[in-house]
Structures are given as C-alpha cells and as structure tokens.
C-alpha cells in the first residue's frame, strides 16, 4: 500500500474542503483532499445556487445573515467568474403578514444586510410576471452561484499553491495511535488501490456525512441530515432572485440559475444522507407555492426534482430542523473529546464557506505552528481551462458572469458548428478541455460544464458527448468502448432519478422523446451487459 505524507489531510471535496484546502495551501502547508465522488459530489452540487444577502436569516438567524452580508461581497471580488448578479427582491404576497416588511427593514439595518424598498412599479417594470397583487418590495444583494464551478476554482488556486486532491477516492478508516489520529487510509474507487496517508491533522469537512467520519475517531459529533427538495422549471421566468418576505418556510424562494429557474426548498429530517426519497407531494407543493408568487407558475414545465442534504449540526433541542442556527461550528477535539489531531467544520451555508475555511485554517496553523495570516480574502482566483472564454474575461482577471456570456463567446469565435449541448451553449473544444483538465466521466462533465442539464435533459447531447469521451480517451488502455457505453447508462440512470417525480405533462413527451431516441433508436438498453463486462462505472438497476 502507497504510504504518503502531507501536513493537513482534507475529508470532503464540496465547498468547505476546497476553500479549506486552498487556504493552507496558500500559507504554505502541505495539504491534501481526498473525496468519495467528484468535487461537489455531496451536497454543495445539490443546492440551489444563491449567493445569500443575509435578507433571509436577519430575524431569525442574525449571525447567519451578518456573515452572509460581509462574505457576499468578498465573493464578488475573489471569484466573479463563478457569480452572476441578479440582485433580490423579498415581497410580500397576499399569503404573507404585512406588518413583516418593517421588521424586515429594521433586521436587515441590525445585521448589515443592505436593503431598500423598492416602489411596486418598479419591481414589475424589472420582473412582468410577478403576481400583481404583492403589496411591497424590498430590494437586496442576492445572486446566483455556480457552485461547481467554485469548487474547481478554488482546488485550481490550491494545486498552484503545492496541494493535491485525490477525487473518487473514499475513507476506509482514520488511523489512531492512542488519543492522536495520525492520518488515514483511502481507496481508488476506479480501481481498488489503497492509500496510507500518514498527517498532522485530519480535517473532517464532510458536511451532512460529518458525524459518519467522526466515529471512525472514536468521537461523537451530531448532525441532523435536513433534505432540501428543489424542482428546476424548463424556463427562465425571473431574471431576480425571489423571495417571500417572511419567516424563512418550504417553498418561498425562486433562483434564477443559468438557463433555468429553480425553486425551494424542503426542510426535511432523514435519517441517512446517502437515503432518501423525493416524493410526488413535494413537488406539487413546490409548483403550488411558486403560482403564490408567479401567476401561472405551474404552467410552465418542470425539468426535473433533486434534494441535497443539508449539515445541521445540533449543540440545543429544537422543535424542528428549521429551527437549527445556518451559521457554522469549528469542532475541536483535541479539547472537546482529548482527541489530538483532529478537527471538525460542520453547518454553515455555501456563502459562508470561506469564512468557515479561514476560522478552521486559522486552528490548524496555530496547532503546527504556522504564522502566515489568511489572504483568501484578497486574492482573486483564475478561472479553470475549461471556463476561461473571450468574452468577459480582462487583463485585470474574470468578470462577473451574464446570462449572455456563453452565446456572446460563441459569437466571437464563430463556433455555431462546434456545439455538442444546444440547450447549455457548450462546445466540442470546451468538453475537450474540460476532459483535458480531469473529467473522465459524464457526469464529471455536467459538473464542470453543465452539459445535459437544460431542457432536453441529455436527450440530444449526452451521445455526442459520450463519443467524445471515448475519442478522448482511446489512447489508454483502461478506457475501454465498454467503459464509454458504462458512462453513457449511468448518466441516463441519474437523470431518470431526477426525472421520475415531475413526469407529467409536458415534461413526460419530453422524457418519451429521449426513451425513443435511447431505446428505440439507439438500443441504449442492450448495452447494459456488455457495459458491465468493462469494469469502472457500475450502473444502478
């Protein structure tokens, strides 16, 4: 077994980890991550995608939406390539209490949260479709987030800085040698190989699975996996983050992510984050609380339904999930539990995770002995290969994203005959430079370059793509037509998850169009033996 060393062993490739990793990696420690899927496999890759303003938590969360305030604008500045600015607007609906707005102002003013009212013809001059019968508006820095492509920005800054990441590899165990963890061992998923990795300090940034990687310490940390269900609409009906101005319930909010909309969200305890369902229900209630806000919201076409897992951690007894403080704990061991060598970052939101990486670095530099402070704040970070486009991107660095940027590049170029993915504007040269850059799956490639997650769902793209893998990837010898075909099942395999609580309608002639380009006319399903017969990807029956 390959015995490696490093100063910082990094657990979790979502938000948090990659942060952190970055973080030490600039002061100049050793650092290594290890992750059981791709980056942002857990719940990072499954929220909803808003830069938070704080407006949501100012009453009942106000330390929450103060970090919101301040990171909000740090991640404008370090990553702009990663935000596109929407702005928010919390309006009150004729559901909602009137007297809320007031209490709203004065909260947002308490906390930092940047706010104005905002008169009600303006508000539908900017969004037409909002229900007519809002009483008031109020006006604040929300935005939409590409979180999947944060994480990569942020493990790229790291791997220029020394660090290294080990993606698909997942804990076996966590070494302890009396009251000290002194590393851990991993295993390649792809092929079997176990690692030794011997450290000074393991970080468990593992989020909802936070509490699974603590017991192999031997110490007890209690998170309440909450399940956040979201439904993603065929259309892009708001250019502005919605909200319902109240007390934060299921179902008030609509982020306008890309080329779709998505609403949420569910508060839902479940007792394992790697089980859990997305019932029929839930959707229903999601479309019924978005006509509340958009007048015939349910007209419009769902694409289809996820849920991610959110890490609450749980220090007090509270009536319910929601309840539960947003803001973030630093969990050390050494002086809770008399266990050395071993730290836990757990809660938190996803515009908070550079503040929650900084505190936890901060801890881990004190303990070996570093002096360098924290500069994550100040530094911008280079967009990926895969995301570095003409248009948009300066001298000076990546600007902030636009909805039109991706067409507006492929204007510039001229590469109207290079697209593989109609729906996200995504070209031959950008999937190859994404594979270039590590992708060696499909849904590696949905990740980084968001291919397969507009309208038609994969139907008219994911076999061009799947080609294109394979073409890629031909010259090594463990890439196999098998391994191309395994790829291709598994992405349709998770689509159809996805799929299955919103077909109906529009939606299922969508779903029976992609069954007949797969099945009927392409055999899709007599591939599935001779898939499994290539080793690598395992396809779910």
């Given at each position: 077994m390959q015995t490696i060393s490093t100063d910082v062993l990094v657990i979790g490739g979502g938000a948090t980890g990659s942060g952190v990793l970055r973080d030490l990696a600039m002061r100049g420690m050793r650092a290594i991550l290890v992750e059981k899927g791709d980056l942002t496999h857990g719940t990072t890759g499954r929220y909803h995608g808003l830069l938070h303003s704080g407006g949501r938590y100012v009453t009942k969360d106000?330390?929450?939406?103060?970090?919101?305030?301040?990171?909000?604008?740090?991640?404008?500045?370090?990553?702009?390539?990663?935000?596109?600015?929407?702005?928010?607007?919390?309006?009150?609906?004729?559901?909602?209490?009137?007297?809320?707005?007031d209490l709203f102002m004065a909260n947002c003013r308490k906390t930092g949260v940047p706010v104005g009212e905002l008169p009600l013809a303006e508000m539908h001059r900017r969004e037409r479709v909002l229900n007519p019968q809002i009483s008031r508006a109020f006006e604040v820095a929300d935005a939409a987030a590409d979180s999947f492509l944060a994480a990569h920005t942020n493990v790229l800054a790291a791997r220029e800085y020394g660090a290294q990441v080990f993606t698909y590899h997942t804990l076996i165990a966590l070494l302890r040698v009396g009251d000290q963890v002194v590393g851990a061992v991993v295993e390649d998923l792809r092929t079997g190989e176990r690692k030794q990795i011997d450290s000074a300090c393991v970080l468990n940034a593992t989020g909802a699975w936070a509490g699974k990687v603590a017991a192999l310490a031997g110490v007890k940390v209690t998170v309440l996996p909450g399940k956040g269900t979201l439904v993603a609409m065929n259309h892009r009906m708001v250019n502005t983050v919605i909200n319902r101005c109240k007390m934060p319930a299921d179902g008030d909010i609509i982020v306008p992510v890309h080329s779709v909309a998505v609403i949420g969200t569910t508060d839902t305890f479940v007792p394992d984050p790697d089980f859990y369902g997305i019932e029929a229900e839930e959707v229903q209630f999601m479309l019924d609380e978005g006509e509340k806000l958009i007048p015939g919201f349910k007209q419009y076409r769902a694409l289809r339904a996820w849920a991610g897992v959110r890490p609450l951690y749980k220090d007090q007894d509270v009536a319910n999930d929601r309840d539960l403080s947003r803001t973030y704990k630093l969990l050390d061991h050494a002086q809770r539990d008399g266990v050395e060598g071993i730290i836990s970052l757990v809660g938190g939101k996803w515009?908070?995770?550079?503040?929650?990486?900084?505190?936890?670095?901060?801890?881990?530099?004190?303990?070996?002995?570093?002096?360098?402070?924290?500069?994550?704040?100040?530094?911008?970070?280079?967009?990926?290969?895969?995301?570095?486009?003409?248009?948009?991107?300066?001298?000076?660095?990546?600007?902030?994203?636009?909805?039109?940027?991706?067409?507006?590049?492929?204007?510039?170029?001229?590469?109207?005959?290079?697209?593989?993915?109609?729906?996200?504007?995504?070209?031959?040269?950008?999937?190859?430079?994404?594979?270039?850059?590590?992708?060696?799956?499909?849904?590696?490639?949905?990740?980084?370059?968001?291919?397969?997650?507009?309208?038609?769902?994969?139907?008219?793209?994911?076999?061009?793509?799947?080609?294109?893998?394979?073409?890629?990837?031909?010259?090594?010898?463990?890439f196999s037509i098998e391994y191309a075909n395994a790829a291709l099942l598994h992405f349709l395999q998770e689509r159809w998850r996805g799929l299955t609580p919103v077909l109906w309608g529009d939606q299922l002639r969508q779903a029976r169009l992609d069954e007949l380009i797969f099945a009927g006319l392409l055999g899709i399903h007599r591939l599935r033996d001779h898939a499994r017969q290539g080793g690598g990807l395992v396809t779910p029956e």
């Amino acid at each position: 077994m390959q015995t490696i060393s490093t100063d910082v062993l990094v657990i979790g490739g979502g938000a948090t980890g990659s942060g952190v990793l970055r973080d030490l990696a600039m002061r100049g420690m050793r650092a290594i991550l290890v992750e059981k899927g791709d980056l942002t496999h857990g719940t990072t890759g499954r929220y909803h995608g808003l830069l938070h303003s704080g407006g949501r938590y100012v009453t009942k969360d106000p330390q929450s939406a103060n970090e919101c305030a301040r990171e909000n604008a740090i991640l404008r500045r370090i990553m702009p390539h990663c935000i596109e600015d929407t702005s928010g607007f919390f309006v009150i609906t004729p559901w909602d209490d009137p007297d809320y707005g007031d209490l709203f102002m004065a909260n947002c003013r308490k906390t930092g949260v940047p706010v104005g009212e905002l008169p009600l013809a303006e508000m539908h001059r900017r969004e037409r479709v909002l229900n007519p019968q809002i009483s008031r508006a109020f006006e604040v820095a929300d935005a939409a987030a590409d979180s999947f492509l944060a994480a990569h920005t942020n493990v790229l800054a790291a791997r220029e800085y020394g660090a290294q990441v080990f993606t698909y590899h997942t804990l076996i165990a966590l070494l302890r040698v009396g009251d000290q963890v002194v590393g851990a061992v991993v295993e390649d998923l792809r092929t079997g190989e176990r690692k030794q990795i011997d450290s000074a300090c393991v970080l468990n940034a593992t989020g909802a699975w936070a509490g699974k990687v603590a017991a192999l310490a031997g110490v007890k940390v209690t998170v309440l996996p909450g399940k956040g269900t979201l439904v993603a609409m065929n259309h892009r009906m708001v250019n502005t983050v919605i909200n319902r101005c109240k007390m934060p319930a299921d179902g008030d909010i609509i982020v306008p992510v890309h080329s779709v909309a998505v609403i949420g969200t569910t508060d839902t305890f479940v007792p394992d984050p790697d089980f859990y369902g997305i019932e029929a229900e839930e959707v229903q209630f999601m479309l019924d609380e978005g006509e509340k806000l958009i007048p015939g919201f349910k007209q419009y076409r769902a694409l289809r339904a996820w849920a991610g897992v959110r890490p609450l951690y749980k220090d007090q007894d509270v009536a319910n999930d929601r309840d539960l403080s947003r803001t973030y704990k630093l969990l050390d061991h050494a002086q809770r539990d008399g266990v050395e060598g071993i730290i836990s970052l757990v809660g938190g939101k996803w515009t908070t995770y550079r503040l929650m990486a900084e505190d936890a670095a901060n801890l881990i530099a004190q303990r070996l002995g570093n002096t360098q402070p924290c500069r994550t704040a100040e530094e911008v970070m280079p967009a990926p290969p895969f995301e570095r486009r003409d248009t948009g991107n300066h001298a000076d660095g990546p600007s902030l994203h636009w909805l039109g940027k991706p067409l507006a590049a492929i204007e510039q170029t001229q590469a109207y005959n290079d697209l593989i993915c109609e729906c996200e504007l995504v070209t031959r040269s950008r999937l190859q430079t994404a594979m270039a850059s590590g992708a060696s799956n499909l849904d590696d490639l949905r990740r980084m370059v968001r291919v397969g997650m507009g309208p038609c769902q994969g139907g008219w793209c994911i076999y061009r793509s799947s080609a294109l893998l394979y073409e890629e990837h031909s010259a090594n010898a463990d890439f196999s037509i098998e391994y191309a075909n395994a790829a291709l099942l598994h992405f349709l395999q998770e689509r159809w998850r996805g799929l299955t609580p919103v077909l109906w309608g529009d939606q299922l002639r969508q779903a029976r169009l992609d069954e007949l380009i797969f099945a009927g006319l392409l055999g899709i399903h007599r591939l599935r033996d001779h898939a499994r017969q290539g080793g690598g990807l395992v396809t779910p029956e």
